[in-house]
């Protein structure tokens, strides 16, 4: 199983990161391949350049901060396991977001790491212009 995680640092306070962070509607403003979202009550779908992609929303813990997903259908090839998991900490000057993923098989993981790691650099990009 391939499994890697990405991490950053914003000065922004972790209620409200974690309010932009689980709002479905404003992925595409921070993940960079995500053209259009929407949220249908258990799935997200996430519309790219190459496709659609649905995910089950696993886990949503408002307390710890927590969100937890897996893909369901649009990879491009059969998934056998994933699990991406967003986690938004306090911080001594905000919030640290860390993103992390595990999937099978492991020919997916260059792929959805390349996306994850354009992710967190796009969510600190959009915390830094949206203060």
Request: glycine fraction near 6%; proline fraction near 8%; charged fraction near 25%.
């Amino acid at each position: 199983m391939a499994t890697f995680r990405f991490d950053t640092r914003v000065a922004q306070d972790p209620d409200r990161v974690w309010a932009v962070l689980t709002d479905v509607n404003l992925i595409p403003q921070w993940f960079p391949a995500v053209r259009e979202a929407h949220f249908d009550g258990v799935h997200r779908h996430l519309s790219t350049p190459e496709g659609t992609l649905k995910s089950l929303v696993v886990t949503r813990d408002d307390e710890l901060r927590r969100f937890q997903y897996r893909f369901v259908e649009g990879m491009p090839l059969p998934v056998d396991f994933h699990l991406g998991t967003i986690d938004v900490l306090p911080d001594a000057h905000g919030s640290r977001v860390v993103y992390s993923q595990e999937i099978l098989p492991e020919a997916l993981a260059p792929v959805v790491e390349r996306a994850v790691g354009a992710g967190i650099e796009g969510i600190a990009r959009y915390f830094a212009t949206h203060p």
